[in-house]
């Protein structure tokens, strides 16, 4: 598979974004939703920040309180008894879990879809008991006239989904959780199917099971019911970990090929990897899976996307398509936002039967 990067990419980066408040310092912007709205390329990013001058020998959680409306700082020793740094991305103390970061979601412009203009302020900020670790890699649907975002909504009872929609990217009605913990991945087709909407999402079992992608549908979006498996991770193979959700889905009409078009991660067990494959699912019923990626349709090459925060991930949640043309935003080494362009083409070629 042929992924064309971008020459500027990676084409956002911390050092674009200012911070919320300064305090505050911008330690990644990545995972972005992005979508087209009156002449722009509009990308939804997720911003994530970090307490400012932290000492070498402390630790740090920014929370939002919901009690109070406003952002704290929790802090702890490094060396102290209890406490587990060993993942960056998280510290652990006698058993319960923090982030090193809070994020929020900011919005950027582009006239040509590569170079973007980041808003000064975010769009979406933790604002609910369920959203006080943060705000996190949204997806945009555009359905009759609206922008439905779905996003994970992260807190200490775990990672839910939550909704929020916009006609015009100024102003914001929220509308709750959809999916409760644990539960994270959602992307909502961009058209109804039998009258009522349809969602990919990824539960996250433990004990029993493991990460698969499923199907549900909903007469109003809120209210999601007739949950059906659609894809799990595959032994021996490049998504043998876990898999999950991408860009939203789109819909393919070919001479040979009629369905709907999913671009979804795959995690590889050993190294490590985050990768993009595809899914080609039924038009009329996308629980069907008519064909998958053998190989990946991106992988973690790149600089920029084997070393940074957590090295050895492509992530997407958008993707813009234009004929021939798959244009996939994607976050890299969860730390920058960058963008690839493959060939539709290319892509159906490399699917086979599940």
Request: aromatic content about 10%; proline content about 8%; charged content about 20%.
């Given at each position: 598979m042929r992924a064309h990067r971008a020459d500027q990419n990676p084409i956002v980066t911390p050092a674009m974004v200012p911070p919320s408040r300064p305090d505050l310092e911008v330690v990644g912007v990545f995972n972005p939703a992005v979508t087209r709205h009156e002449g722009h390329v509009v990308l939804l990013l997720r911003v994530a920040e970090a307490a400012r001058g932290v000492p070498p020998g402390e630790l740090t959680a920014p929370v939002y309180d919901p009690d109070t409306g406003r952002l704290q700082i929790k802090r702890w020793r490094r060396d102290a008894n209890g406490v587990d740094a060993s993942d960056p991305r998280t510290i652990t103390v006698d058993g319960s879990t923090w982030l090193t970061s809070i994020s929020h979601l900011r919005l950027a412009r582009?006239?040509?879809?590569?170079?973007?203009?980041?808003?000064?302020?975010?769009?979406?900020?933790?604002?609910?008991?369920?959203?006080?670790?943060?705000?996190?890699?949204?997806?945009?649907?555009?359905?009759?006239?609206?922008?439905?975002?779905?996003?994970?909504?992260?807190?200490?009872?775990?990672?839910?989904?939550?909704?929020?929609?916009?006609?015009?990217?100024?102003?914001?009605?929220?509308?709750?959780?959809i999916f409760p913990p644990n539960n994270r991945d959602v992307t909502i087709f961009p058209e109804r199917l039998d009258g009522r909407y349809v969602?990919?999402?990824?539960?996250?079992?433990?004990?029993?099971?493991?990460?698969?992608?499923?199907?549900?549908?909903?007469?109003?979006?809120?209210?999601?019911?007739?949950?059906?498996?659609?894809?799990?991770?595959?032994?021996?193979?490049?998504?043998?970990?876990?898999?999950?959700?991408?860009?939203?889905?789109?819909?393919?009409?070919?001479?040979?090929?009629?369905?709907?078009?999913?671009?979804?991660?795959?995690?590889?067990?050993?190294?490590?990897?985050?990768?993009?494959?595809?899914?080609?699912?039924?038009?009329?019923?996308?629980?069907?899976?008519?064909?998958?990626?053998?190989?990946?349709?991106?992988?973690?090459?790149?600089?920029?996307?084997?070393?940074?925060?957590?090295?050895?991930?492509?992530?997407?949640?958008?993707?813009?398509?234009d004929g021939d043309l798959v244009r996939i935003y994607y976050g890299a080494a969860d730390g920058v936002t960058a963008v690839a362009d493959l060939s539709l083409d290319e892509i159906l070629a490399g699917l086979y039967p599940p």
């Open positions: 582009s006239t040509d879809g590569v170079r973007f203009e980041v808003e000064p302020v975010p769009a979406l900020l933790p604002a609910t008991p369920y959203e006080s670790f943060g705000v996190e890699d949204p997806r945009i649907t555009l359905l009759d006239g609206r922008y439905w975002i779905n996003y994970s909504a992260v807190s200490p009872y775990g990672i839910a989904t939550a909704l929020a929609s916009t006609t015009d990217f100024v102003t914001f009605e929220r509308h709750g959780i969602a990919l999402h990824r539960p996250m079992p433990e004990g029993i099971g493991q990460p698969a992608m499923w199907l549900a549908s909903s007469s109003d979006l809120t209210g999601w019911g007739e949950h059906r498996l659609v894809a799990s991770a595959r032994v021996a193979r490049w998504d043998d970990a876990k898999i999950g959700g991408g860009a939203v889905p789109i819909r393919v009409e070919t001479a040979d090929r009629d369905g709907w078009l999913a671009v979804y991660h795959g995690v590889t067990r050993s190294p490590l990897t985050y990768s993009l494959g595809a899914l080609l699912l039924d038009a009329d019923d996308p629980a069907r899976v008519i064909a998958r990626s053998r190989d990946p349709i991106l992988a973690p090459e790149a600089p920029y996307e084997r070393e940074g925060f957590f090295g050895g991930v492509v992530f997407t949640c958008g993707l813009l398509a």
